[in-house]
């Protein structure tokens, strides 16, 4: 027993021991390792890359947070805009009300309601809610977007005007060569080549200039020549609207009229109104015949429908109509004229001194294929008849202007001699209708006479004075200004006292002079 306690006691501190000599040890090789210069050198170097890499980490780890922000905005903001988008082409497909055509309001971004509607309609609707009549500018805009059309591409512009010297300083149209085809006579170019606009697929010209420019001349010019391409009416007929009562006023009754001449703002609506019935009636004629011009009309038929000019000196007496209705309604059928008139060789050639946007709406303008400047006051006016500058920096020269269709050409415009009598005289030459039925205008006579035709001389009441006499230039006396007075009282028309004081003449200078007489004693 004893023994093996002893052996037990003998293991156990030899097991200490050898603990102790372990620890021991590991306690030098510890300290050894420690105290080792290579170590110490490898500790520090492992310490100064901890330090110089804490910044770079730091820096990495702050841009990587700004780059999650940055596409934790961009997606939030991608989202925003997709849901606005699908709102607001949401709200495009809503359809108008059938009552009032209108569209609804929609509730959008921040509570604000949004209009879908054309510009002034929902103020033509607001107008009509409350039985009042829309102004002939809301109207107006409110046709300009509903007829609205893509401009055309502006056509080149010359480079330079041609030397003045090339251009004759005027151009007589009675002496000037016949198209070969049907054509509105304008003018010639410098190289002396007749400049005609065909009136084949013509469409609608707009015609502008300050006053003295020539633009009067040229629209008579252009009346003299589709009179001397055909005076009989049977190809081409004329419809003149003329209430400034100076250029086509004289007008006889010509066989290739379409209408009287038009001198007051009632009876240009008329025609206008006219002109539209014509319109519509030709394109009943073409859809019958499969046609879809007056010229494929007459190849499936053999019949001719005549082409159709009219011809409107000072447009802004129309458009700027005191009477905002007739104004009004003016417009909207010259309008449709003017989109629908190519095709049934119905064409409009509008004349003004201004022509801006208050003149010529852009749903009127729009429709002009072509176009006539004499010098223009602005730029601007120039791009509004040519679709580029250049009309603005014509020489003062009259009937010097510059001419739009296929291209833009200087031109040295015609002259028919208004001031001088010579279309007057013209005009006296060519054949009248036979008779004016009560119904409708006009029966044409088809001979054209050699010579004007003898007229019976016309019984003038003048009151025991001398007879009116046309080439009187000075001012009425007392006792023909009475006797003019005493005559409207009774008659009740200026143009009733024209004719009978002046041997049957109607409108031009003596239209004036009888009214301002009228007028003195009032």
């Known amino acids: 027993m004893t023994t093996s306690r002893g052996c037990r006691d003998r293991i156990a501190s030899l097991l200490a021991l050898a603990a102790l000599m372990v620890v021991a040890l590991l306690l030098v090789g510890w300290l050894a390792h420690a105290l080792d210069p290579d170590v110490r050198r490898e500790q520090l170097a492992r310490e100064r890359i901890r330090t110089q890499q804490a910044p770079a980490r730091e820096a990495a780890l702050t841009t990587l947070l700004w780059g999650a922000v940055a596409i934790g905005l961009g997606t939030a903001a991608g989202l925003g805009i997709t849901l606005v988008m699908d709102r607001h082409a949401r709200a495009r497909h809503l359809r108008a009300d059938a009552t009032t055509g209108l569209f609804p309001q929609v509730r959008g971004e921040g509570g604000l ?313 013209y005009c006296a030459t060519l054949p009248r209708v036979d008779s004016v039925e009560a119904s409708g205008w006009p029966v044409r006579s088809t001979g054209i006479p050699a010579s004007p035709p003898a007229q019976e001389p016309v019984p003038v009441n003048t009151g025991g004075i001398p007879v009116f006499d046309t080439a009187q230039t000075g001012d009425y006396t007392p006792e023909q200004i009475a006797h003019i007075r005493e005559r409207y009282a009774e008659l009740g028309s200026l143009k009733a006292v024209q004719r009978e004081l002046y041997d049957g003449q109607e409108g031009g200078y003596w239209f004036y002079r009888v009214r301002e007489a009228v007028e003195a004693g009032r």
């Open 113 to 425: 309601f949004v209009n879908h509607n054309e510009p002034g309609a929902q103020s033509l609707a607001a107008l009509a809610a409350a039985g009042r009549r829309p102004t002939a500018a809301l109207a107006g805009r409110v046709i300009d977007a509903q007829y609205r059309q893509p401009a055309p591409p502006p056509p080149p512009m010359p480079q330079a005007l041609e030397p003045q010297a090339r251009y004759p300083v005027q151009v007589d149209v009675y002496s000037a060569p016949l198209p070969r085809d049907l054509a509105l006579p304008v003018g010639v170019s410098g190289d002396g080549q007749q400049i005609a606009l065909p009136l084949r697929n013509l469409g609608n010209v707009l015609v502008a200039g300050l006053p003295g420019g020539g633009k009067s001349e040229l629209l008579a010019s252009m009346i003299a020549g589709l009179l001397r391409q055909d005076a009989t009416g049977q190809r081409v007929q004329i419809a003149a609207i003329d209430t400034k009562l100076v250029s086509f006023g004289n007008l006889p009754a010509l066989a290739a009229l379409y209408a009287p001449p038009a001198l007051e703002m009632d009876d240009a609506s008329a025609l206008t109104e006219a002109l539209l019935a014509e319109v519509r009636r030709r394109f009943q004629q073409l859809h019958a015949a499969g046609a879809r011009s007056v010229e494929e009309y007459q190849t499936r038929t053999g019949e001719t429908l005549p082409y159709v000019v009219a011809v409107i000196d000072e447009l802004a007496d129309l458009t700027a109509d005191s009477d905002r209705r007739r104004g009004a309604a003016w417009l909207a059928a010259a309008t449709e004229i003017g989109r629908k008139g190519r095709a049934a060789g119905v064409s409009l050639v509008m004349a003004t001194q201004r022509p801006s946007a208050d003149v010529i709406p852009s749903s009127l303008r729009n429709l002009a294929g072509a176009g006539v400047a004499f010098r223009l006051a602005r730029a601007d006016d120039s791009r509004l008849v040519l679709d580029a500058p250049g009309a603005e920096i014509l020489p003062a020269t009259p009937g010097r202007c510059l001419v739009r269709h296929r291209d833009t050409t200087p031109a040295q415009a015609y002259h028919a001699g208004l001031e001088g009598g010579a279309f007057d005289r």
